[in-house]
Nanobody, 127 residues
Framework: QVQLVESGGGLVQAGDSLRLSCAASPRTFSSSTMGWFRQAPGKEREFVAVIIWPGTSTYYADSVKGRFTISRDNAKNTVYLQMNSLKPEDTAVYYC????????????????????WGQGTQVTVSS
């Protein structure tokens, strides 16, 4: 059974930091490209960051570049999203996603590239 479990969300003030974690089942994690997406109320789910298997390449949305860092610990089957200098517009539910090699074709920003999704974790940034 594939599982992605996010943690680390919460309520913070503008300028604060948070680190999100996503623990995956070993079979899913071992060869998957791992991404973070977010969805704010009334908006579509949007790409935030991705780390390509095995972890040598990362890409970010322009809105978070320079503030967020994605990383993965392959020994722990976990991907992280370090979020610094948070802004109120970062408020959203954050989702972890895994793209298996059979499905992933390079369009890391496209939610349809991802096979598996976590349940989401709320991040709220107050001004």
């Amino acid at each position: 059974q594939v599982q992605l479990v996010e943690s680390g969300g919460g309520l913070v003030q503008a300028g604060d930091s948070l680190r999100l974690s996503c623990a995956a089942s070993p079979r899913t994690f071992s060869s998957s490209t791992m991404g973070w997406f977010r969805q704010a109320p009334g908006k579509e789910r949007e790409f935030v960051a991705v780390i390509i298997w095995p972890g040598t390449s990362t890409y970010y949305a322009d809105s978070v570049k320079g503030r967020f860092t994605i990383s993965r610990d392959n020994a722990k089957n976990t991907v992280y999203l370090q979020m610094n200098s948070l802004k109120p517009e970062d408020t959203a539910v954050y989702y972890c996603a895994a793209a298996s090699p059979r499905k992933y074709s390079g369009r890391y920003y496209d939610p349809n590239q991802y096979d598996y999704w976590g349940q989401g974790t709320q991040v709220t940034v107050s001004s």
